[in-house]
């Protein structure tokens, strides 16, 4: 094999079995072509040790494959920090870079043509569904899309990576039962996402099945700790009966704002109500006393998405995966009787 510095673009076409006009336009991430061509032309720049003219220091290019796209409404909140960590650690360990990419309000400024621009070998979509215009326009670029927790199902099926929401508020019920809970308040999202739509049916059938005589209020907050204090404020009032109260809260901020509820009604955690929230971000074993809350595995499944990405960028068929993690219930001292451990 001649060494990199004199590996030519005609050596990689004759490699990869394409044109040398089709090789250029694969280096160089312009034009349209399929997912296939564009991954085998990357990979044969990458075997031979191709360098394009001109570049001398720094990191080889080496084409496109080295890039995925982490496309998110915002990167300021916990939930979305995990799924960034996620993310990089795993494409830095595969090889790859990891571009941040928000979505925009202005169709001027899509998302799909910033990554197409750069030519990036895959993109991850967290908690978006992309549009049917935008899932034709990553197809026509042969760039993959891999869809992290939607919240809800796109018009065209793509491999995605979920957890298991419902069987994780079945969970929240069964454990508040078990500790003692007889009364109960569900504070679910909105709008109604369809991971929160099933944590919210999940714990409601629970608590039919293993208790189906207790009272049970349903609100909803819009996903904020601000908006989930005045929800369970009111779903306090509200609730009748007699006995220990259970609070199951759809997320671990929204489970914030309900301690503050509590607080203000002159009751406590865990001796007069006991809380669960969801998702395990790193605030929860802060709060006072530690949430216990269900766990979804953040960063594993963002490095799942990852790795579908890279599996694409390599030429392998991957529209019709479909990852399910499953979740876990943490216990901390929210659903605890006493507050040591």
Same mark, same amino acid.
């Given at each position: 094999m001649p060494p990199a510095d004199h590996v030519t673009l005609t050596a990689v076409a004759e490699r990869a079995g394409v044109s040398i006009a089709t090789a250029s336009r694969a280096l160089r991430a312009r034009g349209e072509m399929a997912a296939e061509t564009r991954a085998r032309v990357l990979r044969s720049a990458t075997e031979l040790g191709y360098r394009p003219a001109g570049q001398v220091r720094g990191r080889p290019r080496r084409g496109t494959s080295l890039m995925f796209d982490l496309v998110l409404g915002h990167f300021h909140d916990p939930y979305t920090e995990e799924i960034t960590a996620g993310a990089r650690t795993t494409a830095s360990q595969l090889g790859f870079d990891l571009v941040l990419t928000a979505e925009r309000e202005? !169709? /001027?400024?899509?998302? !799909? /043509?910033?990554?197409?621009?750069?030519?990036?070998?895959?993109?991850?979509?967290?908690?978006?569904?992309?549009?049917?215009?935008?899932?034709a326009a990553m197809r026509r670029a042969g760039i993959p899309l891999v869809l992290m927790e939607p919240p809800s199902e796109a018009s065209r099926p793509l491999p995605s990576v979920r957890t298991t929401d419902r069987a994780g508020g079945e969970a929240a019920a069964e454990h508040l039962v078990e500790r003692g809970a007889r009364r109960f308040i569900v504070i679910g999202g909105a709008p109604s996402y369809r991971y929160g739509r099933a944590r919210v049916e999940g714990f409601a059938s629970a608590l039919q099945k293993i208790a189906p005589d207790a009272e049970f209020v349903r609100t909803s907050a819009d996903w904020s700790a601000w908006d989930a204090r005045r929800a369970c404020a009111r779903a306090l009032s509200e609730l009748g009966g007699e006995g220990p109260v259970g609070v199951f809260a759809c997320s671990d901020e929204m489970a914030a704002g309900a301690y503050r509820a509590i607080s203000d009604s002159g009751r406590s955690i865990p001796r007069d109500v006991l809380v669960i929230g969801f998702d395990d971000v790193r605030g929860?074993?802060?709060?006072?006393?530690?949430?216990?809350?269900?766990?979804q595995p953040i960063r594993e499944m963002a490095a799942a998405a990852v790795h579908i990405l890279a599996r694409a960028a390599a030429g392998e068929s991957v529209e019709t995966e479909a990852v399910v993690m499953p979740t876990e219930l943490v216990e901390r001292g929210s659903t605890r009787l006493t507050l040591s451990g």
């Amino acid at each position: 094999m001649p060494p990199a510095d004199h590996v030519t673009l005609t050596a990689v076409a004759e490699r990869a079995g394409v044109s040398i006009a089709t090789a250029s336009r694969a280096l160089r991430a312009r034009g349209e072509m399929a997912a296939e061509t564009r991954a085998r032309v990357l990979r044969s720049a990458t075997e031979l040790g191709y360098r394009p003219a001109g570049q001398v220091r720094g990191r080889p290019r080496r084409g496109t494959s080295l890039m995925f796209d982490l496309v998110l409404g915002h990167f300021h909140d916990p939930y979305t920090e995990e799924i960034t960590a996620g993310a990089r650690t795993t494409a830095s360990q595969l090889g790859f870079d990891l571009v941040l990419t928000a979505e925009r309000e202005d !169709p /001027a400024e899509d998302w !799909p /043509a910033r990554i197409r621009s750069r030519g990036s070998a895959g993109v991850i979509v967290g908690l978006i569904v992309p549009t049917s215009t935008q899932i034709a326009a990553m197809r026509r670029a042969g760039i993959p899309l891999v869809l992290m927790e939607p919240p809800s199902e796109a018009s065209r099926p793509l491999p995605s990576v979920r957890t298991t929401d419902r069987a994780g508020g079945e969970a929240a019920a069964e454990h508040l039962v078990e500790r003692g809970a007889r009364r109960f308040i569900v504070i679910g999202g909105a709008p109604s996402y369809r991971y929160g739509r099933a944590r919210v049916e999940g714990f409601a059938s629970a608590l039919q099945k293993i208790a189906p005589d207790a009272e049970f209020v349903r609100t909803s907050a819009d996903w904020s700790a601000w908006d989930a204090r005045r929800a369970c404020a009111r779903a306090l009032s509200e609730l009748g009966g007699e006995g220990p109260v259970g609070v199951f809260a759809c997320s671990d901020e929204m489970a914030a704002g309900a301690y503050r509820a509590i607080s203000d009604s002159g009751r406590s955690i865990p001796r007069d109500v006991l809380v669960i929230g969801f998702d395990d971000v790193r605030g929860a074993r802060w709060l006072h006393p530690p949430l216990t809350t269900i766990r979804q595995p953040i960063r594993e499944m963002a490095a799942a998405a990852v790795h579908i990405l890279a599996r694409a960028a390599a030429g392998e068929s991957v529209e019709t995966e479909a990852v399910v993690m499953p979740t876990e219930l943490v216990e901390r001292g929210s659903t605890r009787l006493t507050l040591s451990g």
